[in-house]
């Protein structure tokens, strides 16, 4: 592998190696937006404790707005599912990234609208984590679509990153927020814990995915 290919970071004897493969779709991360590198609030959850919801009549619960990327293991335990308000961008404090709580009485249909929907992550080593990920609406279940993201007690990490490779400072972030190596964390299988028309949904990645091409959809794994 040439140099341009492989990018080196020093602590925790992690080699990040950049390898181009061919993956279909997707446009930029949703999470362009993203100021900075500061975590959330921490939540304080634990792998592998179910996630309990907290009790929130359906109307407190619509007054609710966050943005997607401030989500938090206490947000997806309180609601499996958040859809986007994408009908009140520009109203102040809310962009394409703001979403609220949605309540489905029956299995969630996600040609409805934009949502999100809590997942599960197992990891390479069999341990698992809560995430989330964006349910195909029109049948286009590729990673670039779906966008699964963790979610730790210390912030998210992202899987899908679109068009921004991630610096050394954010792989470096990353693997500290998970605990975890590249032996211990990939391959990373996903699927949703919430019910939903035509079933469960599924996926999984070899690293963190970056959109390299539009023209040929062409991604570049890091890891």
Same mark, same amino acid.
């Given at each position: 592998?040439?140099?341009?290919?492989?990018?080196?970071?020093?602590?925790?004897?992690?080699?990040?190696?950049?390898?181009?493969?061919?993956?279909?779709?997707?446009?930029?991360?949703?999470?362009?937006?993203? =100021?900075?590198?500061?975590?959330?609030?921490?939540?304080?959850?634990?792998?592998?404790?179910?996630?309990?919801? !907290?009790?929130?009549?359906?109307?407190?619960?619509?007054?609710?707005?966050?943005?997607?990327?401030?989500?938090?293991?206490?947000?997806?335990?309180?609601?499996?599912?958040?859809?986007?308000?994408?009908?009140?961008?520009?109203?102040?404090?809310?962009?394409?990234?703001?979403?609220?709580?949605?309540?489905?009485?029956?299995?969630? !249909?996600?040609? !409805?609208?934009?949502?999100?929907?809590?997942?599960?992550?197992?990891?390479? !080593?069999?341990?698992?984590?809560?995430?989330?990920?964006?349910?195909?609406?029109?049948?286009?279940?590729?990673?670039?679509?779906?966008?699964?993201?963790?979610?730790?007690?210390?912030?998210?990490?992202?899987?899908?990153?679109?068009?921004?490779?991630?610096?050394?400072?954010?792989?470096?972030?990353?693997?500290?927020?998970?605990?975890?190596?590249?032996?211990?964390?990939?391959?990373?299988?996903?699927?949703?814990?919430?019910?939903?028309?035509? =079933?469960?949904?599924?996926?999984?990645?070899?690293?963190?995915?970056?959109?390299?091409?539009?023209?040929?959809?062409?991604?570049?794994?890091?890891?």
């Amino acid at each position: 592998m040439d140099n341009d290919n492989e990018i080196r970071a020093s602590g925790n004897d992690l080699n990040r190696k950049m390898i181009t493969e061919v993956v279909a779709w997707d446009d930029l991360s949703r999470f362009e937006g993203e =100021g900075g590198l500061e975590a959330p609030v921490s939540a304080a959850e634990l792998i592998d404790v179910p996630l309990e919801k !907290d009790a929130c009549t359906v109307g407190e619960s619509q007054r609710i707005r966050k943005q997607v990327y401030e989500l938090t293991l206490n947000d997806l335990r309180a609601f499996p599912v958040w859809e986007f308000r994408l009908d009140e961008q520009g109203e102040e404090g809310r962009d394409e990234s703001t979403v609220r709580p949605y309540h489905a009485s029956a299995a969630l !249909d996600p040609a !409805d609208r934009m949502f999100i929907v809590r997942a599960l992550f197992t990891l390479a !080593d069999g341990s698992r984590m809560w995430g989330y990920f964006t349910p195909p609406g029109r049948g286009d279940a590729t990673i670039g679509s779906l966008q699964p993201t963790i979610v730790t007690d210390r912030g998210q990490v992202r899987l899908w990153c679109g068009t921004a490779v991630p610096s050394l400072k954010r792989l470096a972030q990353n693997y500290e927020f998970l605990g975890k190596n590249q032996k211990h964390l990939f391959p990373i299988r996903f699927e949703s814990d919430v019910d939903l028309v035509g =079933g469960p949904v599924r996926g999984a990645v070899p690293g963190f995915l970056v959109l390299e091409d539009f023209q040929t959809r062409r991604t570049r794994t890091v890891v």
